[in-house]
């Protein structure tokens, strides 16, 4: 079966860290761009950050630069969203998927939640 699952939300303190883990199970995630997403309560799903599956090339929304780093280990077939200086407004619950544009992933699994 093919999927991604992500893990490693919970609550965090102010300023806390957490590491969001995106694994990929029946494929491998090398030949593909691997994007992270949050939905807020009561607000629609945004992008957060993109890696490429080329280059390495990452994106970050406005809202995590400087605070958040994406990367992936292709050996363990994962994707990671490391999170720094964790604020209220981080709080949502956190998708991967293999693209970087919410509105184009037709599919998606159950998210990990951040309490603040």
């Known amino acids: 079966q093919v999927q991604l699952v992500e893990s490693g939300g919970g609550l965090v303190q102010p300023g806390g860290s957490l590491r969001l883990s995106c694994a990929a199970s029946?494929?491998?995630?090398?030949?593909?761009?691997i994007g992270w997403f949050r939905q807020a309560p009561g607000k629609e799903r945004e992008g957060v950050s993109c890696?490429?599956?080329?280059?390495?090339?990452?994106y970050y929304a406005e809202s995590v630069k400087g605070r958040f780093t994406i990367s992936r280990d292709n050996a363990k077939n994962t994707v990671y969203l490391q999170m720094n200086s964790l604020i209220p407004e981080d709080t949502a619950v956190y998708y991967c998927?293999?693209?970087?544009?919410?509105?184009?992933?037709?599919?998606w699994g159950q998210g990990t939640q951040v309490h603040y």
């Open positions: 998927a293999a693209d970087c544009r919410p509105d184009i992933v037709d599919s």
């Open positions: 029946g494929f491998t995630l090398d030949y593909y761009v």
């Open positions: 890696i490429s599956s080329s280059d390495g090339s990452t």
